[in-house]
């Protein structure tokens, strides 16, 4: 299916008043992390309907539409690889992820990455080198970042922990509120299998991690525990 036509057909979708509020809600203002984002205005039940619409755009026509200056026409590229890396053949697959890796620019949201990432990079490193991953980690691009530690989601759904832990180390340290909540929530993920893993960790490095990333790993903690850990009494 030509990207022209799919364009057409998600334009055909919008809805001022639907993008006005997704403008707001992704924080696109000047100095925000969405900044200059543009939206059509479709929800993303919308979208993961029209991917079965389309579920045979071949990957050089989804490779034009991840360069969209729509936000939703972004995620539905997105999208389209997840179904196309879900169904295909290692090699179809190795494609997919070469096509991911190299426009991480336009992975630049974080609904796009959650999105995407487990599935797709998660998925493929799980029986490979994740040496990726810590390059991804220590990467100057925002997105690159929150890409390292979601990917890791892939593993904590199949028992394997470490390198959530390692790239959570990695980016104690990151300046980014984004990346805060995405550790934060990846940490809270282990201890929802392993709860001793994931206070094992805490102990170490609760007291110097930011605020945001330790109340999201601590959210399903009873409340004397989670108070235990906001004042540092653990």
């Known amino acids: 299916m030509n990207s022209q036509n799919i364009i057409s057909y998600l334009n055909s979708l919008s809805d001022a008043t639907i993008a006005e509020h997704s403008q707001k809600y992704f924080k696109t203002g000047e100095g925000e992390y969405g900044c200059g984002d543009k939206f059509l205005g479709i929800r993303v039940p919308v979208l993961r309907k029209t991917v079965k619409k389309y579920k045979n755009t071949s990957i050089t026509e989804i490779q034009k539409l991840i360069k969209s200056e729509y936000h939703e026409i972004r995620l539905f590229s997105l999208l389209l690889l997840v179904q196309m890396f879900s169904k295909g053949e290692t090699d179809t697959q190795e494609k997919v992820v070469n096509l991911y890796l190299k426009n991480t620019?336009?992975?630049?949201n974080w609904d796009l990455v959650d999105s995407s990432a487990p599935y797709i990079i998660g998925a493929w490193l799980f029986h490979r080198d994740r040496a990726i991953l810590y390059e991804l980690a220590r990467s100057d691009l925002l997105w690159d970042r929150r890409i390292a530690i979601m990917s890791t989601a892939y593993f904590i759904k199949n028992n394997q922990y470490n390198d959530t832990l390692k790239i959570s180390t990695i980016l104690l340290s990151d300046s980014e509120?984004?990346?805060?909540?995405?550790?934060?929530?990846?940490?809270?993920?282990?201890?929802?299998?392993?709860?001793?893993?994931?206070?094992?960790?805490?102990?170490?490095?609760?007291?110097?991690?930011?605020?945001?990333?330790?109340?999201?790993?601590?959210?399903k903690f009873n409340k004397e525990r989670r108070q235990a850990y906001l004042k540092g009494e653990i």
Do not use: C, F, Q, S
Request: net charge positive.
């Open 105 to 108: 620019k336009y992975i630049n």
């Open 177 to 219: 509120d984004l990346i805060h909540k995405a550790v934060g929530w990846m940490l809270r993920e282990v201890g929802n299998r392993d709860i001793e893993i994931e206070e094992k960790y805490l102990k170490k490095y609760y007291k110097t991690m930011p605020r945001v990333m330790l109340r999201y790993a601590i959210e």
